[in-house]
Nanobody, 125 residues
């Protein structure tokens, strides 16, 4: 399984950006997907994630109300509104095989077996 996150860039505070996570195979019906971010000198942190079914979606408190996760058959999206300088980071998508389970997406990076290369988001005026 290979993942790739796309859509990063340089934006100003208050702008919006949408990231996409694409998988090498159609796996989003059996995998939970998480979005994480990491900035220099900091640990990778959970941004949000959705369960295998897509019915259970969770967000970190720091992005709740500003970020929205959605998906279609082939991709998982992270819509980021009202971006702040502290949102500057490399963003990663990750997948965890769930099979028939529909548990809440894990918040720990170590729970995910599959990771894509990150896409850099820079929020600066």
């Amino acid at each position: 399984v290979q993942l790739q996150a796309y859509g990063g860039g340089l934006v100003q505070p208050g702008d919006s950006l949408e990231l996409s996570c694409v998988a090498s195979e159609r796996l989003f019906n059996t995998f939970a997907v998480g979005w994480f971010r990491q900035s220099p000198g900091k640990e990778r942190e959970f941004v949000g994630g959705l369960s295998r079914s897509g019915r259970r979606i969770y967000y970190a408190d720091s992005v709740k109300g500003r970020f929205t996760i959605s998906r279609d058959q082939d991709s998982v999206f992270l819509r980021m509104n009202n971006l702040k300088p502290e949102d500057t980071a490399a963003y990663y998508c990750a997948a965890k095989y769930e099979g028939a389970w529909d548990r809440a997406p894990p918040r720990l990076a170590s729970d995910y077996a599959y990771w894509g290369l990150g896409t850099l988001v820079t929020v600066s005026s």
